[in-house]
C-alpha cells in the first residue's frame, strides 16, 4: 500500500508563506499526475492545483498567481508552495499521486492556519 505524508501545515498570518510537503513511500518518477487539494471547515473537498505529465496544469482562480506546485523525484516529494497567504486559504490540505500504472494515494492532510 502506497502511502504518502504531508507536512509543513501550521498557523502563519497574512501575507505570509508556506511550504507544504508530500513524501511518498515509492518512487514518482513515472507518475502520471499530482495535485494538492484543500478542504475548509463547512465545506467540500476542492482542487487546489493539479499538474500531469502530459504537460496539463491547472490551478484554481483563487491561488494563481501565489501557489506553486512542484517536485522533487530524488526525494519521492511533491511540495505546494503557498505566498501571500489569506485567510480564505485556510484549510485542510490533502496531497494526491496518480502513477502511470493507474495506481493513486491521499495523504491524510495537513492544516494551514492564516490568521492575525
Known amino acids: 500500500q502506497v502511502q504518502l505524508v504531508e507536512s509543513g501545515g501550521g498557523l502563519v498570518q497574512p501575507g505570509g508563506s508556506l511550504r507544504l510537503s508530500c513524501v511518498a513511500s515509492t518512487s514518482i518518477f513515472s507518475i502520471y499526475a499530482m495535485g494538492w487539494y484543500r478542504q475548509a471547515p463547512g465545506k467540500e473537498r476542492e482542487l487546489v492545483v493539479r499538474?500531469?505529465?502530459?504537460?496539463?496544469?491547472n490551478y484554481a482562480d483563487s491561488v494563481k498567481g501565489r501557489f506553486t506546485i512542484s517536485r522533487d523525484n530524488a526525494k519521492n516529494t511533491v511540495y505546494l508552495q503557498m505566498n501571500s497567504l489569506k485567510p480564505e486559504d485556510t484549510a485542510v490540505y490533502y496531497c494526491h499521486v496518480h502513477w502511470a500504472s493507474n495506481m493513486n494515494a491521499w495523504g491524510k492532510g495537513t492544516l494551514v492556519t492564516v490568521s492575525s
Open positions: 499538474s500531469t505529465s502530459g504537460g496539463n496544469l
